[in-house]
């Protein structure tokens, strides 16, 4: 079973920055992709950015230009920096693997951008 370590997330006011980061207890050859989902209360969750083992990186539209997204191999992280946070994008926000074996997720860690 993969153990996450995620942390990083907190209140910020508009226009803060957050740095996500997420730790994954996988070997990296097993893994194709890394990257990080959102749920707000009321919505659908969402993907915000993945990376794959290439460093191949994408972002949902919303996000773009104030996202992100990277990768230590050597530790199996995952980091998500967020600039210019805004008050929609509040959320719990969740890191997964993707491996050889199928999808990992961490246990979420919660961002709050409010004034």
């Known amino acids: 079973q993969v153990q996450f370590v995620e942390s990083g997330g907190g209140l910020v006011q508009p226009g803060g920055s957050l740095r996500l980061s997420c730790a994954a207890s996988?070997?990296?050859?097993?893994?194709?992709?890394m990257g990080w989902y959102r749920q707000a209360p009321g919505k659908q969750r969402e993907l915000v950015a993945v990376?794959?083992?290439?460093?191949?990186?994408n972002y949902v539209d919303s996000v773009k230009g104030r996202f992100t997204i990277s990768r230590k191999n050597a530790k199996n992280t995952v980091y998500l920096q967020m600039n210019s946070l805004k008050p929609e994008d509040t959320a719990v926000y969740y890191c997964?693997?993707?491996?050889?074996?199928?999808?990992?997720w961490g246990q979420g860690t919660q961002v709050t951008v409010s004034s």
């Open positions: 997964y693997v993707d491996l050889t074996t199928g999808r990992a």
């Open positions: 996988v070997t990296t050859l097993s893994i194709y992709a």
């Open positions: 990376i794959t083992g290439g460093g191949l990186r």
